[in-house]
Each structure stands twice: as C-alpha cells, then as structure tokens.
C-alpha cells in the first residue's frame, strides 16, 4: 500500500513594508527634461535625415493617410507591387474608414 505523504505547512509570507504618506507624494526636486524637445537639436536630426533619405519615395500608391496605412499593413504579407494591384480595386468599394469598418472580415 502506498504511504501518504504529509504536506508540510506553508509559511506564511510577510506583507510588504508599508511606505510612509510623505514618501508617496514627494516629488524630486527637479523636474524632469525632454531632451529631444531642443529645436537646434530637433533641426540638426531633421537635417541628417533629409541628407540621407532626401530622395526616399514610397512604392506604394495611396491618395491619403488612411490609404497608406492600410497599403503599409497589407505590405507586410506580399510585396508592394501585389499591395497596388489589390489597392485599387479595395479603395474603390472601401474608400474610407467608415466603410471599412462595415464591411465584414469575409468581404475584405
């Protein structure tokens, strides 16, 4: 027959120690600053992006923002020229965000 084991009692665990009231709203002596708010730094940045990338055109066609993200999404399953040869007939039956969004997941 087997034996039984016996559970051995948990311990029971300490609760946290509680932090006092004042510590919980004091707040650090300085605030805190947004480094990348700096206009000369934020001009310099845009600067080196527009030397490296002032050419960079994007593949897919898109007449406004919610065109593209969409194209953007679907681009990430196929390649861009798929994305344009689907987009056009999408965007003509679909062709804002309203519309996407009463039509069903089987119709898209």
Same mark, same amino acid.
């Given at each position: 027959? @087997?034996?039984?084991?016996?559970?051995?009692?948990?311990?029971?665990?300490?609760?946290?120690?509680?932090?006092?009231?004042?510590?919980?709203?004091? %707040?650090?002596?300085?605030? @805190?600053?947004?480094?990348? #708010?700096?206009?000369?730094?934020?001009?310099?940045?845009?600067?080196?992006?527009?030397? @490296?990338?002032?050419?960079? #055109? !994007?593949? =897919?066609?898109?007449?406004?923002?919610?065109?593209?993200?969409?194209?953007?999404?679907?681009?990430?399953? !196929?390649?861009?020229?798929?994305?344009?040869?689907?987009?056009?007939? =999408?965007?003509? %039956?679909?062709?804002?965000?309203?519309?996407?969004? !009463? @039509?069903?997941?089987?119709?898209?």
């Amino acid at each position: 027959m @087997a034996k039984k084991s016996k559970k051995k009692p948990s311990k029971k665990k300490k609760p946290a120690p509680h932090r006092s009231k004042t510590a919980r709203i004091t %707040k650090s002596p300085k605030p @805190a600053h947004a480094t990348g #708010t700096d206009p000369k730094r934020v001009a310099a940045i845009l600067a080196k992006l527009d030397e @490296a990338y002032g050419n960079a #055109t !994007c593949e =897919l066609r898109h007449e406004n923002a919610f065109q593209l993200l969409i194209s953007t999404i679907l681009s990430a399953q !196929c390649t861009d020229v798929r994305v344009n040869l689907v987009a056009e007939t =999408l965007y003509r %039956k679909y062709p804002d965000p309203k519309a996407f969004a !009463c @039509a069903t997941p089987g119709e898209l």
